[in-house]
């Protein structure tokens, strides 16, 4: 016999604990059997863990409300001690924000009122609490309507309740739902429509504005309208409280008290501005989208499901996929073994690649989503990988329009999904790259993995994989090896400056310290060289000694450092020292990004200068066709974040040392102060003692308080240079896409830019003709993709191409660093984003912001 | 991380018997450490893409390859050190169990690195894993240590001369170099080892002459090892244990 435990746990799957049997009714019988017995004398441990169950597993919800239904027979006290546990933690979860426990607990009410655990009304007053806080905050005297996320979030909540309860409802309580669903109408009509174009997997070509895309909530609406006029039938919820309905009547319904919605935010003063964009962002931290969804396959691949269906199942592995992390098997069995009786392969890729490329940020890393999708891969041999393969090519397919950080997280997800299946594609698919230029899309896609393949590998293993096509051995990079100019291998002629380098070479091996060869450098190479000669023989000497790993490297810094940083103190001179690290590097992505990267660990050089670096002529002419600039910028970027966000930690637990030094203090005065009073009473010795203990706690509680301000100054620094680093960044995007994007009376939005060159190509290319564009109202193909091995062309010029590419960039480093930027807008507003800047490019930076473009005052 | 199916205060089946302290220390180590120990590595994996697999679950602070503690050539382990703990639980959570050059390699939380921790703990140099094998493996050296003295002993008793350890050919035929198949597929001893080969020494051109360059280059990278060099990193300034303690490496972990 099973334990209670794994019968809880494993209710609903195919397992040993319930034998052969995969009917509900029989796994909730058998477990209701066990647990009943239990109850007696383990009833402390089968509530919360019953409650864990169904907070952490909640596809299994119908099944753990009935059981809980049949357990309210036996035992009321323990299901009214449940009924109490939920309604604590329900109003936890709303106090806290904790979005994904008010949704599932709400999801386990629901059930528990299919049940006849709960009455109807005490559900309907649940929703109208929300609702009721929802539409609040949109008044913009009461309220505070730049928190809209977290009205849709309540409203979202309600609606999502309704495929697990809906017919009971409109059955039981027809009246109050009915309200309820005019309410939530009122709502969707007062609230603003959200249009966070900035958050769109691809790039909204469409600008005119014609079609208005259906939100998330609204787009729910919609499907429980459907759901409402099919007569509440669901095929992708389990309703096993209907086979035991004639013994759940007899139940005693218990009571949920009321509940309170958090305190409405403070009423802005006008709603809109950079106070409203603030506070909006804010709330949509707080109250994200859960998914967006990701249109891979045309519809006649996918599965032919009802609207709702297809929302439920999302919410099935979206769950499975935030509480299973970290368990591969479980996480995969549960994602292949949904209970719906239909299938979802189609579905599943497409949710998880929603997740993968979801922006801002994915709720877990990407490696996770890789991980997830390998297994399923190892779980579903027959059809999963086929299904990948086929979201893959219909991902490349549409890759120029596709967001760029969703580029670069494709680029890295497929690189390392190959290595895990031995590299193997079909890469003579896409051999016709090789005829497109080098900025198209599809060709830098196909590069950018190839690059990242041989890092994972090595360059002959990944030569060796694309046998099928060998002519993309074009675009295989170098063979990494470094670009040493000293080097005397090759009986080149050895001039003044390889002696020097060998000379510093033996210096090195010598064991010379950082101070020796400061002085060396100093007394006699600069003033018979020059600095020029220094920094080349210093650089390339040093990373070559440093060249053969990542650890030889360190070393090199760790011991050299400071001959770099007493040759290189300012910004201009740090900008050459990466250049020559470029250089000495230039067959290598990886270690240009890796040493720019420890270099800035180790401060010898500053993130300013590294952009100034990155924004570099030759850098800048790779804008497009690489991405070698943007991922050391990527570094740098998020270096500096890095450092704010532990300085943000370490001041966070300080603050709380803090309050629990204080405390510790009050308390050793308080009990020294207890015992002068009664002097008479004690010895010396102990009020010897309590003295010391008091002033022991005394110091600890100043020196703690000295360490948090010391590391509140810190933040205060790091916080300026950061606001002088996004400065930095946006003025020279801002210069460079000014340099070259048209005037903007040609080009007002992207597509305008895309066919500039496509018009002026139809004069001078007659194979174009099927590519030829009508740019006011038709669109080549919707996208500026190949649509077939036929069409080799990719008809946007370099110039623009170079313009759509640097503008994706301008809005991927500004979404993903909206919170930072935000901090300091009123700075960039006033020296970056003046009148002057050209429209494309502020409608970059508010798009991946997500500022309201009604505050684009040029339009 | 879901606790329904983890015991999360349970992090790792391995007790390393180096640790200094008791089996409470151990843990409190585990669950605060940022050093994730990595095994069942090629021996031909370098740093670069080490860190190209693992900086993908965070910034990463060092690397530390295992080294055969008589050839000073990597054995097919290394400690990964990260700046943040998230981070660290991520790689354990995400990268355990997944592909590195062809092979699933493991990923445990360790208790953080010291000097002489970098030592395969085998009898004969490498790790102890690698000290009693039978299978052949091109990714880890051939056959186990033991079986090789052993062939190197018949080999001897026909006078086919000594060669190389290594480089015995193995007595079955390897699995054929085919694009699908199983992950330790690495190919035919020769080829294999001369891919590899090129990778490692991707800087140098000239024709191979393997065991002994492999030796140099280590021995050259040990003078620059930071390890080695204890009075610039404080972090490792304990001195090394004797490390000619036979202990298993391998074996205890699941």
């Given at each position: 016999?099973?334990?209670?435990?794994?019968?809880?746990?494993?209710?609903?799957?195919?397992?040993?604990?319930?034998?052969?049997?995969?009917?509900?009714?029989?796994?909730?019988e058998?477990?209701?059997?066990?647990?009943?017995?239990?109850?007696?004398?383990?009833?402390?441990?089968?509530?919360?863990?019953?409650?864990?169950?169904?907070?952490?597993?909640?596809?299994?919800?119908?099944?753990?409300?009935?059981?809980?239904?049949?357990?309210?027979?036996e035992?009321?006290?323990?299901?009214?001690?449940?009924?109490?546990?939920?309604?604590?933690?329900?109003?936890?979860?709303?106090?806290?924000?904790?979005?994904?426990?008010i949704?599932?607990?709400?999801?386990?009410?629901?059930?528990?009122?299919?049940?006849?655990?709960?009455?109807p009304?005490?559900?309907?007053?649940?929703?109208e609490?929300?609702?009721?806080?929802?539409?609040?905050?949109?008044?913009e005297?009461?309220?505070?309507?730049?928190?809209?996320?977290?009205?849709?979030?309540?409203?979202?909540?309600?609606?999502?309740?309704?495929?697990?309860?809906?017919?009971?409802?409109?059955?039981?309580?027809?009246?109050?739902?009915?309200?309820?669903?005019?309410?939530?109408?009122?709502?969707?009509?007062?609230?603003?429509?959200?249009?966070?174009?900035?958050?769109?997997?691809?790039?909204?070509?469409?600008?005119?504005?014609?079609?208005?895309?259906?939100?998330?909530?609204?787009?729910?609406?919609?499907?429980?309208?459907?759901?409402?006029?099919?007569?509440?039938?669901?095929?992708?919820?389990?309703?096993?409280?209907?086979?035991?309905?004639?013994?759940?009547?007899?139940g005693?319904?218990?009571?949920?008290?009321?509940?309170n919605?958090?305190?409405?935010?403070?009423?802005?003063?006008?709603?809109?501005?950079?106070?409203?964009?603030?506070?909006?962002?804010?709330?949509?931290?707080?109250?994200?989208?859960?998914?967006?969804?990701?249109?891979?396959?045309?519809?006649s691949?996918?599965?032919d499901?009802?609207?709702?269906?297809?929302f439920?199942?999302?919410?099935?592995?979206?769950?499975?996929?935030?509480?299973?992390?970290?368990?591969?098997?479980?996480?995969?069995?549960?994602?292949?073994?949904?209970?719906?009786?239909?299938?979802?392969?189609?579905?599943?890729?497409?949710?998880?690649?929603?997740?993968?490329?979801?922006?801002?940020?994915?709720?877990?890393?990407?490696?996770?989503?890789?991980?997830?999708?390998?297994?399923?891969?190892?779980?579903?041999?027959?059809?999963?990988?086929?299904?990948?393969?086929?979201?893959?090519?219909?991902?490349?397919?549409?890759?120029?329009?596709?967001?760029?950080?969703?580029?670069?997280?494709?680029?890295?997800?497929?690189?390392?999904?190959?290595?895990?299946?031995?590299?193997?594609?079909?890469?003579?698919?896409?051999?016709?790259?090789?005829?497109?230029p080098?900025?198209?899309?599809?060709?830098?896609?196909?590069?950018?993995?190839?690059?990242?393949?041989?890092?994972?590998?090595?360059?002959?293993?990944?030569?060796?994989?694309?046998?099928?096509?060998?002519?993309?051995?074009?675009?295989?990079?170098?063979?990494?090896?470094?670009?040493?100019?000293?080097?005397?291998?090759?009986?080149?002629?050895?001039?003044?400056q390889?002696?020097?380098?060998?000379e510093?070479?033996?210096?090195?091996k010598?064991?010379?310290?950082?101070?020796?060869?400061?002085?060396?450098?100093?007394?006699?190479?600069?003033p018979?060289?020059?600095?020029?000669?220094?920094?080349?023989?210093?650089?390339?000497?040093?990373?070559?000694?440093?060249?053969?790993?990542?650890t030889?490297?360190?070393?090199?810094?760790?011991?050299?450092?400071?001959?770099?940083?007493?040759?290189?103190?300012?910004?201009?001179?740090?900008?050459?020292?990466?250049?020559?690290?470029?250089?000495?590097?230039?067959?290598?992505?990886?270690?240009?990004?890796v040493?720019?990267?420890?270099?800035?660990?180790?401060?010898?050089?500053?993130?300013?200068?590294?952009?100034?670096?990155?924004?570099?002529?030759?850098n800048?002419e790779?804008?497009?066709?690489?991405?070698?600039?943007w991922?050391?910028?990527?570094?740098?970027?998020?270096?500096?974040?890095?450092?704010?966000?532990?300085l943000?930690?370490?001041?966070?637990?300080?603050?709380?040392?803090?309050?629990?030094?204080?405390?510790?203090?009050?308390?050793?005065?308080?009990?020294?102060?207890?015992?002068?009073?009664?002097?008479?009473?004690?010895?010396?010795?102990?009020?010897?003692?309590?003295?010391?203990?008091?002033?022991?706690?005394?110091?600890?509680?100043?020196?703690?308080?000295?360490?948090?301000?010391?590391?509140?100054?810190?933040?205060?620094?790091?916080l300026d240079?950061?606001?002088?680093?996004f400065?930095?960044?946006?003025?020279?995007?801002?210069?460079?896409?000014?340099?070259?994007l048209?005037?903007?009376?040609?080009?007002?939005?992207?597509?305008?830019?895309?066919?500039i060159?496509?018009?002026?190509?139809?004069?001078?290319?007659?194979?174009?003709?099927?590519?030829?564009?009508?740019?006011?109202?038709?669109?080549?193909?919707?996208?500026?993709?190949?649509?077939?091995?036929?069409?080799?062309?990719?008809?946007?010029g370099?110039?623009?191409?170079?313009?759509?590419?640097?503008?994706?960039?301008?809005?991927?480093?500004?979404r993903?660093?909206?919170s930072?930027?935000?901090?300091?807008?009123?700075?960039?507003?006033?020296?970056?984003?003046?009148?002057?800047?050209?429209?494309?490019?502020?409608?970059?930076?508010?798009?991946?912001?997500?500022?309201?473009?009604?505050?684009?005052?040029?339009? | 991380?879901?606790?329904?199916?983890?015991?999360?205060?349970?992090?790792?089946?391995?007790r390393?018997?180096?640790?200094?302290?008791?089996?409470?220390?151990?843990?409190?180590?585990?669950?605060?450490?940022?050093?994730?120990?990595?095994?069942?590595?090629?021996?031909?994996?370098?740093?670069?893409?080490?860190y190209?697999?693992?900086?993908?679950?965070?910034?990463?602070?060092?690397?530390?390859?295992?080294?055969?503690?008589?050839?000073?050539t990597?054995?097919?382990?290394?400690?990964?050190?990260?700046?943040?703990?998230?981070?660290?639980?991520?790689?354990?959570?995400?990268?355990?169990?997944?592909?590195?050059?062809?092979?699933?390699?493991?990923?445990?939380?360790?208790?953080?690195?010291?000097?002489?921790?970098?030592?395969?703990?085998?009898?004969?140099g490498?790790?102890?894993?690698?000290?009693?094998?039978?299978?052949?493996?091109?990714?880890?050296?051939?056959y186990?240590?033991?079986?090789?003295?052993?062939?190197?002993?018949?080999?001897?008793?026909?006078?086919?001369?000594?060669?190389?350890?290594?480089?015995?050919?193995?007595?079955?035929?390897?699995?054929?170099?085919?694009?699908?198949?199983?992950?330790?597929?690495?190919?035919?001893?020769?080829?294999?080892?001369?891919?590899?080969?090129?990778?490692?020494?991707?800087?140098?051109?000239?024709?191979?002459?393997?065991?002994?360059?492999?030796?140099?280059?280590?021995?050259?990278?040990?003078?620059?090892?930071?390890?080695?060099?204890?009075?610039?990193?404080?972090?490792?300034?304990?001195?090394?244990?004797?490390?000619?303690?036979?202990?298993?490496?391998?074996?205890?972990?699941?």
């Amino acid at each position: 016999m099973s334990s209670w435990r794994s019968l809880l746990l494993r209710i609903g799957d195919k397992c040993p604990d319930y034998g052969t049997s995969s009917d509900f009714k029989e796994h909730i019988e058998t477990c209701f059997g066990v647990i009943r017995r239990e109850l007696e004398h383990s009833s402390d441990d089968i509530l919360p863990f019953l409650l864990q169950c169904a907070e952490q597993l909640p596809h299994k919800i119908p099944l753990y409300g009935t059981l809980v239904g049949l357990l309210n027979l036996e035992n009321e006290d323990f299901v009214k001690q449940m009924v109490e546990t939920t309604h604590a933690n329900f109003q936890d979860a709303l106090d806290f924000g904790n979005c994904d426990m008010i949704r599932i607990l709400m999801r386990f009410l629901t059930v528990m009122m299919c049940s006849k655990v709960l009455q109807p009304s005490s559900l309907v007053v649940v929703f109208e609490t929300l609702l009721s806080s929802a539409s609040t905050t949109l008044d913009e005297e009461k309220g505070n309507p730049s928190w809209q996320a977290r009205g849709d979030f309540y409203v979202s909540c309600i609606l999502s309740c309704l495929p697990w309860g809906g017919s009971e409802l409109v059955e039981q309580v027809p009246e109050e739902i009915e309200c309820v669903m005019v309410g939530i109408e009122a709502y969707l009509s007062i609230r603003r429509h959200n249009s966070d174009t900035g958050l769109s997997f691809f790039e909204d070509d469409d600008e005119s504005g014609s079609v208005v895309e259906k939100d998330f909530l609204e787009d729910l609406w919609g499907r429980i309208q459907v759901l409402s006029s099919n007569g509440w039938k669901v095929d992708s919820v389990p309703r096993p409280h209907l086979s035991f309905e004639a013994q759940l009547v007899a139940g005693k319904s218990h009571e949920f008290g009321p509940i309170n919605a958090p305190e409405q935010p403070e009423p802005l003063s006008e709603v809109s501005g950079v106070l409203y964009g603030k506070q909006k962002h804010n709330a949509e931290l707080k109250y994200p989208q859960r998914i967006r969804r990701l249109n891979i396959f045309p519809a006649s691949k996918t599965e032919d499901m009802q609207p709702i269906d297809r929302f439920i199942v999302e919410e099935y592995l979206l769950d499975v996929l935030l509480f299973l992390n970290g368990c591969r098997k479980e996480c995969a069995s549960f994602m292949v073994g949904l209970p719906v009786p239909f299938r979802y392969d189609y579905l599943m890729a497409e949710t998880i690649f929603s997740q993968l490329l979801l922006l801002p940020l994915p709720p877990f890393k990407p490696i996770y989503y890789t991980l997830v999708i390998m297994d399923l891969c190892k779980a579903l041999p027959g059809a999963f990988p086929g299904v990948v393969a086929g979201a893959v090519r219909a991902l490349f397919e549409k890759i120029a329009d596709l967001d760029m950080e969703c580029q670069t997280r494709l680029i890295l997800w497929f690189s390392h999904h190959l290595s895990n299946f031995q590299f193997i594609w079909p890469w003579e698919e896409w051999a016709f790259v090789l005829d497109l230029p080098k900025w198209a899309p599809q060709r830098v896609f196909v590069q950018e993995v190839l690059e990242r393949e041989v890092r994972l590998s090595y360059w002959d293993k990944v030569k060796q994989s694309i046998e099928n096509a060998p002519a993309l051995e074009e675009l295989l990079p170098p063979k990494g090896s470094p670009n040493f100019i000293y080097s005397i291998e090759d009986g080149r002629e050895r001039t003044e400056q390889h002696a020097l380098s060998a000379e510093l070479n033996n210096k090195v091996k010598g064991r010379q310290t950082a101070r020796e060869i400061i002085s060396w450098v100093e007394e006699s190479v600069f003033p018979n060289h020059g600095w020029d000669v220094v920094l080349k023989v210093v650089v390339h000497t040093l990373l070559d000694i440093g060249s053969k790993s990542f650890t030889h490297l360190i070393t090199v810094l760790e011991r050299y450092g400071q001959v770099f940083a007493r040759i290189c103190p300012d910004h201009d001179k740090q900008v050459m020292l990466i250049a020559e690290v470029g250089s000495y590097w230039k067959n290598n992505a990886q270690m240009t990004a890796v040493a720019i990267d420890r270099m800035m660990g180790y401060r010898l050089i500053s993130n300013l200068a590294i952009v100034r670096w990155v924004f570099s002529p030759a850098n800048v002419e790779q804008f497009h066709t690489s991405d070698r600039p943007w991922e050391v910028l990527r570094n740098a970027i998020g270096k500096t974040y890095n450092r704010i966000s532990d300085l943000r930690n370490e001041i966070s637990s300080l603050k709380k040392s803090v309050v629990s030094a204080e405390a510790a203090a009050a308390k050793a005065k308080a009990e020294l102060d207890a015992a002068e009073s009664k002097l008479s009473l004690v010895d010396g010795e102990p009020l010897k003692r309590l003295k010391a203990n008091a002033e022991k706690a005394k110091e600890e509680e100043v020196s703690v308080h000295e360490s948090l301000e010391a590391k509140e100054a810190l933040l205060a620094r790091a916080l300026d240079e950061n606001e002088a680093l996004f400065l930095s960044l946006y003025k020279n995007f801002s210069n460079v896409l000014m340099e070259r994007l048209p005037d903007p009376s040609r080009a007002r939005t992207l597509r305008e830019l895309k066919s500039i060159q496509a018009d002026e190509m139809t004069v001078d290319l007659d194979e174009s003709s099927v590519m030829e564009v009508d740019n006011e109202s038709r669109r080549p193909n919707k996208s500026q993709s190949n649509g077939g091995k036929d069409s080799n062309i990719y008809n946007v010029g370099e110039k623009e191409q170079w313009c759509l590419s640097t503008l994706g960039y301008v809005k991927a480093f500004a979404r993903q660093y909206a919170s930072e930027i935000w901090a300091h807008i009123e700075k960039l507003d006033a020296d970056v984003l003046t009148e002057n800047v050209h429209p494309l490019f502020k409608k970059a930076v508010y798009s991946g912001l997500s500022r309201p473009i009604n505050d684009v005052s040029s339009g | 991380m879901a606790s329904l199916f983890k015991d999360l205060t349970k992090l790792s089946a391995y007790r390393d018997r180096r640790f200094p302290g008791n089996q409470e220390e151990f843990e409190q180590a585990l669950h605060t450490s940022t050093t994730v120990y990595i095994g069942n590595m090629s021996f031909y994996t370098t740093e670069e893409q080490v860190y190209e697999l693992f900086s993908r679950a965070g910034e990463i602070k060092k690397i530390t390859m295992g080294l055969d503690k008589n050839s000073k050539t990597p054995c097919g382990f290394c400690f990964v050190l990260y700046y943040s703990r998230e981070d660290t639980e991520d790689a354990m959570k995400f990268i355990s169990g997944t592909i590195l050059d062809d092979r699933p390699i493991r990923v445990d939380f360790d208790w953080g690195f010291q000097e002489g921790r970098q030592w395969g703990r085998g009898r004969s140099g490498g790790q102890v894993r690698d000290e009693y094998r039978t299978d052949y493996d091109p990714g880890r050296g051939g056959y186990g240590k033991l079986v090789q003295q052993e062939l190197e002993a018949q080999r001897q008793l026909v006078d086919y001369g000594t060669g190389s350890l290594g480089s015995f050919p193995p007595v079955m035929p390897p699995p054929h170099y085919g694009r699908r198949g199983g992950h330790n597929q690495g190919g035919s001893h020769p080829q294999s080892r001369d891919h590899h080969h090129r990778k490692r020494h991707r800087e140098d051109d000239r024709p191979p002459r393997e065991s002994s360059k492999r030796t140099l280059d280590h021995a050259s990278r040990r003078n620059f090892d930071p390890n080695s060099r204890p009075e610039k990193n404080p972090r490792f300034r304990e001195s090394a244990n004797s490390d000619d303690e036979e202990e298993d490496d391998g074996k205890q972990r699941p």
